[in-house]
């Protein structure tokens, strides 16, 4: 963690409400910011992260150590360009990078654990407006985000028309699907299945449910790839050996990556956050929160909108984000809509995908 | 168990040779069989099961009380019809309803737990064909399977092919992809990370892994429906409830359907028996026993083929099924093959489809 600053963070000056009824009293929001904004604060986008993401988009992760997760695309002369705009990326509340989350102290002093209140996409965003409100930035030049963080931008668009002008959503949707929720439930079945869960208060333990949540992330990142991407990445090869052990090691080297995935992950997530995290996003159904019509989720909008989505995502695959297209357009809303060809499935947004740099870029700069 | 007999229990005279190079010293294959076998044992038909699966194919489960798993299928006057066939279904080595497998006892009279030999689809055929030269049927009028039943069915016509006449192979594949490979990979790891596991080593235990066994057949389960026939069946719809819980129940249908699903299956399975068999169903690959040519697998075959796979199955697609086809083609074999339209998935093959009755009746009596 030597590298690594720690994050600025926000206190918000007042409880945050929630869509549950309840309130967070003290709200904790980390956040890390990229190029300088400008004099009328008008350069400013906010990039929204995915289920197990941070706000750790192009900076060194004090944890694992690696990149940002999109430093790819964010950065000088990149996309997302660090000359031209103020990018600002901040850690969801309910996640456990410096926001507050399950793992935080409640006021009684000791963590939150499953005391922690169920929160929705709406709320997150709730959190992350009340940071844009302390920063004083009335109006982002855009809110971008790609997975979860699509949803999130959606939620602000629906929610907050005013704060921002541009809205790029990457491989989202407007609401989970009984598959998309089975996944999840599969994956809190696992961590809560995991003795060292004990209903959540692990905290205090030497040992946490690191077993269950490494099973719930393999499952997840199955869903994650394509079938093709998959194939040719492992195919049914095998790994650092020439035949079949006839036993339960890693023989395959999709089994070695899978392992290596899961047990990674446990270093740097917490598990009640993933339980949080998951069931937010498959609380999430745009349309439902607005009267049942999608289209009127949007009515509020003034916002220029852009909607990618890939050939071999099957998580949140085009026709969902076909169905928010037409919403926008039920709603008079400016859209444009790419299908990008690229193999990686879901992943894809995180990867090297030329075609996405420049819609990105041409939208920014548009 | 009041209304099910015990199924009838054949011996093996032999111990049983193993691709791994080991063997099986005493091997008891379970099976059920329904109608009359004809004088010159013309008119017997195998029908392999599924990973989950057992011999109960058209009689009452001795655990569960429920139907057999194919009731739909085969009987009087059905598409297997047992008025004119003598039907057989036997339980595969490895299993755990009465064939040898891992809760078996071993020589020493302890169960064998993980000491049981990792087995290969070719090694539960190799215990069929024991079992079929016990009841001295020479040859099969067909082998008929679905799913990890059509992978017998392909291993049986590659390697015994004067076994059968007629090989019917059902929403199936030649080999396991790198993701059916990935999703059996987080199944085992769910077993293996539940601490009543204990290395395998349950038996005598007051608790068996069924918590990590639920969770193995919740994500399985999944990949045996389509996304479609989810949102059909559940879409977002609440459990017994008129608004969201705000917590961690089952609040979605299908989070009730998933967790019933795994905790049902713990009640008739076991554990380390789904660890062996989904490790055979990931070493298959039926080219590769062959030299690396599907087509050569197939040489010395002079059996009819039909390949039978549904347009909404993503874990074993049409793609894996044309490739048999292909391979067929180029062994010369006999070979029709028909992709049906159903909304259910891989498990259209134990569901309502009148187009895959019609298929199997006709090939039947071919």
């Given at each position: 963690?030597?590298?690594?600053?720690?994050?600025?963070?926000?206190?918000?000056?007042?409880?945050?409400?929630l869509?549950?009824?309840?309130?967070?009293a003290?709200?904790?929001?980390?956040?890390?910011?990229?190029?300088a904004?400008?004099a009328d604060?008008?350069?400013?986008?906010?990039?929204c992260?995915?289920?197990?993401?941070?706000?750790?988009?192009?900076?060194?992760?004090?944890?694992?150590?690696?990149?940002?997760?999109?430093?790819?695309?964010?950065?000088?002369?990149?996309?997302?360009d660090?000359d031209?705009?103020?990018v600002?990326?901040?850690?969801?509340?309910g996640?456990?990078?410096?926001?507050?989350?399950?793992a935080?102290?409640?006021e009684?002093?000791?963590p939150?654990?499953?005391?922690f209140?169920?929160?929705?996409?709406?709320d997150?965003?709730?959190?992350?407006?009340?940071?844009?409100?302390a920063?004083?930035?009335?109006?982002?030049?855009?809110?971008?985000?790609?997975?979860?963080?699509?949803?999130?931008?959606?939620?602000?668009?629906?929610?907050w028309?005013?704060?921002?002008?541009?809205?790029?959503?990457?491989a989202?949707?407007?609401?989970?699907?009984?598959?998309?929720i089975?996944?999840?439930?599969?994956?809190?079945?696992?961590?809560m299945?995991?003795?060292?869960?004990?209903?959540?208060?692990?905290?205090?333990?030497d040992?946490?449910?690191d077993?269950?949540?490494?099973?719930?992330?393999?499952?997840?990142?199955?869903?994650?790839?394509?079938e093709?991407?998959?194939?040719e990445?492992?195919?049914r090869?095998?790994?650092?050996?020439?035949?079949?052990?006839?036993?339960?090691?890693?023989?395959?080297?999709?089994?070695?990556?899978l392992?290596?995935?899961?047990?990674?992950?446990?270093?740097r997530?917490?598990?009640n956050?993933?339980?949080?995290?998951?069931?937010?996003?498959?609380?999430?159904?745009?349309?439902?929160e607005?009267?049942?019509?999608l289209?009127?989720?949007f009515k509020?909008?003034?916002?220029?909108f852009?909607?990618?989505?890939?050939d071999?995502?099957?998580?949140?695959?085009?026709?969902?984000?076909?169905?928010?297209?037409?919403?926008?357009?039920?709603a008079?809303?400016?859209?444009?809509?790419v299908?990008?060809?690229?193999?990686?499935?879901?992943?894809s947004?995180?990867?090297?995908?030329?075609?996405?740099?420049?819609?990105?870029?041409?939208?920014l700069?548009?």
């Amino acid at each position: 963690m030597a590298n690594a600053p720690a994050s600025q963070v926000i206190t918000l000056s007042h409880p945050l409400p929630l869509d549950s009824g309840q309130e967070l009293a003290h709200v904790d929001i980390a956040y890390e910011t990229y190029g300088a904004l400008n004099a009328d604060k008008s350069n400013a986008i906010l990039i929204c992260h995915a289920l197990t993401g941070d706000q750790y988009v192009a900076s060194t992760h004090p944890i694992t150590g690696k990149p940002g997760w999109w430093e790819r695309t964010v950065g000088p002369g990149k996309p997302i360009d660090t000359d031209q705009f103020h990018v600002i990326c901040a850690n969801v509340i309910g996640s456990c990078m410096g926001s507050t989350g399950p793992a935080s102290k409640a006021e009684d002093g000791m963590p939150y654990a499953m005391r922690f209140p169920v929160i929705t996409i709406r709320d997150m965003v709730r959190g992350l407006v009340g940071m844009l409100d302390a920063l004083e930035i009335a109006q982002l030049h855009a809110v971008v985000g790609g997975s979860m963080g699509g949803m999130q931008a959606l939620s602000l668009a629906a929610n907050w028309p005013e704060r921002a002008a541009r809205v790029l959503v990457i491989a989202s949707t407007a609401r989970h699907s009984a598959q998309n929720i089975a996944f999840h439930e599969v994956g809190r079945q696992a961590i809560m299945a995991d003795p060292n869960w004990r209903e959540g208060n692990y905290y205090a333990d030497d040992a946490s449910p690191d077993n269950g949540l490494a099973v719930a992330r393999m499952a997840a990142h199955i869903t994650y790839l394509s079938e093709e991407g998959l194939t040719e990445k492992f195919g049914r090869r095998l790994q650092n050996r020439d035949t079949k052990s006839f036993g339960f090691d890693a023989d395959f080297q999709v089994e070695s990556y899978l392992r290596y995935q899961g047990s990674g992950f446990t270093q740097r997530f917490d598990a009640n956050s993933y339980l949080y995290i998951t069931r937010a996003m498959d609380y999430f159904d745009l349309a439902e929160e607005h009267g049942g019509r999608l289209g009127d989720a949007f009515k509020g909008t003034s916002a220029r909108f852009c909607l990618v989505s890939f050939d071999s995502d099957w998580l949140y695959p085009t026709a969902e984000s076909r169905h928010i297209v037409h919403a926008l357009n039920a709603a008079g809303a400016p859209v444009s809509f790419v299908e990008l060809s690229a193999p990686f499935g879901h992943d894809s947004f995180l990867l090297e995908v030329p075609a996405l740099d420049r819609v990105i870029k041409g939208f920014l700069d548009g």
